[in-house]
């Protein structure tokens, strides 16, 4: 399992036990300063929170507003942890605004965004563009094309004349993804059984054993099977088909419109995503014996077997994946203890950035009949 994934679950576990008050106070111009864990980028402060609140080990947060002014770190969300779940110190600081994860409340998984920001672009993850009217056709543009997660318009005072109403339709991952899969003897993985129940028809994907399709790729991510790293295609705005490699568990998305070349090789199976319709989610129900999912904690308990571990995490609706270590697991006083796990799934720009005459905004595909943020 390894020293990471253990003091990660310490570290979660203390979490809960000192810190699971809900707490959704917003203290402006207060820093939390220390106990940083990671930065992502956000356009305010309360989806800085909800990254806070989905992130395994975050248990609160320090925001860089759009009047900070001191250096370069506007809309820096740095994610934060202590042993206790609480900041060490608090600080008056003008330009941030601090707060804490709202996972011991009760929280909407799937948030909606619907706010717009004016003179804000939510710069790459481009895979399609297009010329709207305004703003508002182009948020329905992205909201209607399941791919589209954020977007950026640029607006008619923009400086450049010829690329003015374009609409930049924006990727990031809905789904799950697994930091790591690794060969450890002892541990046996698996995935929360609950899957998103959408009005789209069943269908069983397309997969070539024994056959790789080298080049054109566009993301290596790993993946616990053939059939993983399908779903994981087929979530992908821009894949058209991929080859996973079993010994290393790669899954290598590829990108070509115009053609497919396959060659054998042992160990590697291929395949086409699957379009307008729902993968056969069996897959997720199989566990993966001496498969390691490091990392990604956010907590741990002692179970007396791999079923009632899957168990739990589907019940809990925080956990996308789980790992358990066995009897026969190397060291003993680390056997029988199932680690739940998750990923960010909210919609998530890679970057924020001030420019004048642009509009940026989310998909609202999770805003029906529920309140915004």
């Not at 934060?80 to 909407?108: I, M, Y």
């Not at 002892?186 to 397309?206: N, Y």
């Amino acid at each position: 399992m390894g020293t990471h994934l253990i003091l990660v679950g310490l570290l979660s576990l203390c979490s809960l036990s000192f810190g699971q008050d809900c707490n959704q106070q917003l203290l402006e111009n207060v820093d939390f300063p220390g106990n940083d864990v990671t930065s992502l980028f956000s356009p305010d402060v309360e989806h800085c929170q909800q990254l806070c609140t989905q992130h395994p080990s975050c248990d609160f947060f320090t925001f860089f507003r759009a009047d900070w002014n001191k250096d370069d770190r506007n809309f820096f969300c740095l994610i934060k942890a202590a042993p206790n779940g609480q900041p060490t110190v608090q600080a008056p600081l003008q330009g941030v605004t601090s707060g804490f994860s709202l996972q011991p409340c009760s929280q909407d998984l799937e948030p909606c965004l619907s706010k717009v920001y004016q003179n804000v672009d939510f710069f790459g993850a481009d895979y399609r563009a297009l010329f709207t009217a305004d703003s508002e056709e182009c948020q329905r543009a992205c909201t209607q094309d399941p791919a589209c997660q954020f977007f950026t318009f640029i607006n008619e005072a923009f400086k450049t004349a010829d690329i003015r109403n374009k609409c930049h339709l924006k990727f990031s991952w809905p789904v799950p993804r697994i930091p790591l899969i690794e060969k450890k003897t002892g541990v046996t993985s698996g995935f929360s059984e609950i899957t998103e129940i959408t009005q789209q028809s069943v269908c069983q994907g397309k997969l070539f054993p024994n056959t790789d399709i080298p080049g054109n790729d566009i993301e290596n991510i790993p993946a616990a099977s053939p059939e993983h790293c399908q779903a994981l295609c087929s979530a992908h705005s821009v894949c058209t088909y991929f080859s996973f490699n079993s010994n290393d568990f790669s899954c290598n998305l590829k990108n070509n419109n115009n053609n497919i070349v396959t060659q054998g090789k042992d160990g590697v199976t291929s395949g086409i995503p699957a379009r307008f319709c729902q993968l056969d989610n069996t897959w997720v129900q199989v566990v993966h014996e001496n498969v390691d999912f490091p990392g990604s904690d956010i907590r741990f308990e002692p179970m007396d077997d791999a079923d009632t571990c899957q168990r739990t995490c589907t019940q809990d609706p925080y956990c996308h994946f789980y790992s358990y270590t066995n009897d026969n697991f190397g060291d003993p006083n680390f056997r029988r203890l199932c680690f739940l796990k998750r990923t960010i799934t909210m919609p998530a720009p890679t970057k924020v950035a001030k420019l004048a005459n642009v509009v940026s905004g989310f998909q609202l595909r999770n805003c029906n009949s529920k309140t915004t943020v």
